[in-house]
């Protein structure tokens, strides 16, 4: 099984929710590869959103890009829909003055079919998250 970026809307993975969207930058710029886009949030904290894979896949390597996060929490659940949430990750992130966070962490237990990423708190009134990835295989599908 070859190893790919499961968080890719090319891959089938869909952000099936978010706290805030502002129609400029919705939550599917996380997911479409482009480093020039992203999904911000509306003021507030905590936000949230929830990542979709519609199928069992096993995460070996998060990274996340973002910008003014401080708190960054991430649950997972394995069931066929996104109930069960148990906390997998939670992390302290480095503010980074003109330039995206870059928040590398290697996956214990990273059997999933939905990913939570909550932003418990930032380092301004706005945050923004510019890509998700998750280097890992698909394991089955949903049956």
């Given amino acids: 099984m070859r190893k790919i970026d499961l968080c890719l809307s090319s891959e ?5 929710f978010a706290t805030s969207s502002d129609e400029k930058h919705p ?11 992203f999904w911000t949030t509306t003021g507030m904290f905590p936000q949230e959103f929830i990542i979709c894979f ?4 096993r995460i070996e390597k998060l ?9 960054l929490r991430i649950e997972k659940s394995t069931s066929k829909e996104p109930v069960d949430f148990e ?3 939670e992390r302290d992130l480095v503010h980074t003055e003109g330039q995206l966070q ?3 962490i290697l996956a214990r237990d990273g059997h999933v079919t939905y990913l939570r990423f909550i932003i418990v708190s930032a380092f301004d009134h706005f945050a923004s998250v510019h890509s998700v990835s998750a280097e890992g295989v698909a394991v089955s599908n949903l049956s």
């Fill in 54 to 57: 519609h199928k069992h896949v």
């Fill in 87 to 89: 906390q997998w990750i």
């Fill in 27 to 37: 939550p599917e710029n996380m997911i479409d590869g482009n480093p020039e886009t």
């Fill in 12 to 16: 089938g993975t869909e952000v099936i």
């Fill in 63 to 71: 990274v996340i890009q973002s910008y003014f996060v401080r708190t």
């Fill in 102 to 104: 870059n928040e590398e």
